[in-house]
C-alpha cells in the first residue's frame, strides 16, 4: 500500500511563501492523479488541487487560483505545492493523496499526517 509523507509546513506572515512536499512511498504514483487537500477544525477536508499522472493537466480551488502551483516529479515520486501570496485563510492541515474525481476527500480510507500551515497578519 501507498503511504505518504507530507513536510514543509510551517508559521509564515501574510503574503509570504510555502512549498510543501510529499513523498510517496511503498508503491509508484507515476500513473496516477495526485491532489492536495486541507483541513481545519471543526470543518470538512477541501480540496485545494490536483494533477494529472503526467503533470499535463492540473486543476484548482478558486481561492487559490494564480497563488498556489502544484507539480509532481514521477522519477523520486514526489508531489509539490508551491503556495505564494499566502492569505491567513490558508491556515490548515495539508495532505497529499491520489486523486480521484468521483471520489469526496471523506472518502479516502487513507490519509497520511499531513503538514500544518499557519499564516499569520
Known amino acids: 500500500q501507498v503511504r505518504l509523507e507530507e513536510s514543509g509546513g510551517g508559521l509564515v506572515q501574510a503574503g509570504g511563501s510555502l512549498r510543501l512536499s510529499c513523498a510517496a512511498s511503498?508503491?509508484?504514483?507515476?500513473?496516477?492523479?495526485m491532489g492536495w487537500f486541507r483541513q481545519v477544525p471543526g470543518k470538512e477536508r477541501e480540496f485545494v488541487a490536483s494533477?494529472?499522472?503526467?503533470?499535463?493537466?492540473?486543476d484548482y480551488v478558486d481561492s487559490v487560483k494564480g497563488r498556489f502551483t502544484i507539480s509532481r516529479d514521477n522519477a523520486l515520486n514526489m508531489l509539490y505545492l508551491q503556495m505564494d501570496s499566502l492569505k491567513p485563510k490558508a491556515t490548515a492541515v495539508y495532505s497529499c493523496?491520489?486523486?480521484?474525481?468521483?471520489?469526496?476527500?471523506?472518502?479516502?480510507?487513507?490519509w497520511g499526517q499531513g503538514t500544518q500551515v499557519t499564516v499569520s497578519t
Open positions: 511503498g508503491g509508484t504514483v507515476s500513473t496516477t492523479s
Open positions: 494533477i494529472s499522472w503526467n503533470g499535463a493537466f492540473t
Open positions: 493523496n491520489l486523486y480521484y474525481t468521483s471520489y469526496a476527500p471523506s472518502e479516502y480510507e487513507y
